[in-house]
């Protein structure tokens, strides 16, 4: 009757040692995707910064006006434009 009852108490403690291992593997496996999402909720939190920037920005008729003078060299039809050159930079000499 003891043998018996130490296998019984040996199998128990196998099974529960078994559900622990399982148990702490999918933790493992919950913590470096928790950690994945974290660091993309990161990401999109900076992406949201910088677009909330933007459009702070942007909502200026001033601002659009620079912009857009800027990336597109527009001008006003009654304005001349003039674009300086550094020497050197025209490939001549």
Do not use: C, W
Request: proline share 3%; no cysteine.
């Amino acid at each position: 009757m003891k043998i018996a009852g130490i296998i019984i108490l040996i199998l128990l403690t196998a099974a529960v040692g078994f559900q622990i291992r399982v148990t702490l593997k999918s933790q493992e496996k919950l913590n470096a995707e928790l950690r994945a999402v974290q660091e993309e909720v990161g990401k999109s939190l900076g992406e949201t910064a910088k677009i909330r920037d933007e459009l702070e920005f942007f909502s200026h008729p001033d601002n659009r006006e620079k912009e857009l003078r800027a990336r597109f060299n527009y001008r006003k039809p009654d304005e001349k434009l003039i674009i300086v050159v550094p020497d050197g930079a025209a490939g001549g000499e």
